[in-house]
């Protein structure tokens, strides 16, 4: 365990955001100190973030967003695409071909 003078506070509170000063002990607005919230999962815990589960961002996106959509492009879209297509090919072949 490091000497209380080794130990450096952090710059902003992770209970409760407030600025803490260089040499403090503890918050001046909560009272956390190291022993009760300034450790390495103190800003976890306060945000309810669990941190010894790993992450899996497939199962989040499931649970968030539900099924996966679709990547299919709807046919209007190809639709539209085709007319637009068109649009400018034949003005190009009727120089080509009067």
Known sequence: MA???DFEPPDICPVCDTPVPERARACPH???????????????????IP???PF??????E???????SRRLPWIW???GI????AFL??????FFP
């Not at 190291?34 to 309810?48: H, I, N, V």
């Not at 899996?56 to 996106?61: H, L, N, V």
């Not at 007319?83 to 068109?86: D, K, S, T």
Request: proline share 4%; charged share 30%.
């Open 3 to 5: 000497a209380a003078s």
């Open 30 to 48: 909560c009272g956390a100190d190291e022993s009760t919230g300034w450790s390495d999962s103190a800003k976890c815990q306060r945000l309810g």
């Open 51 to 53: 941190d010894d589960e």
């Open 56 to 61: 899996d961002a497939e199962e989040f996106a």
């Open 63 to 69: 649970e968030e967003f539900g099924e996966p959509r």
């Open 78 to 80: 190809i639709v539209t």
């Open 83 to 86: 007319v637009v297509l068109a």
């Open 90 to 95: 034949i003005p190009a072949f009727r120089h």
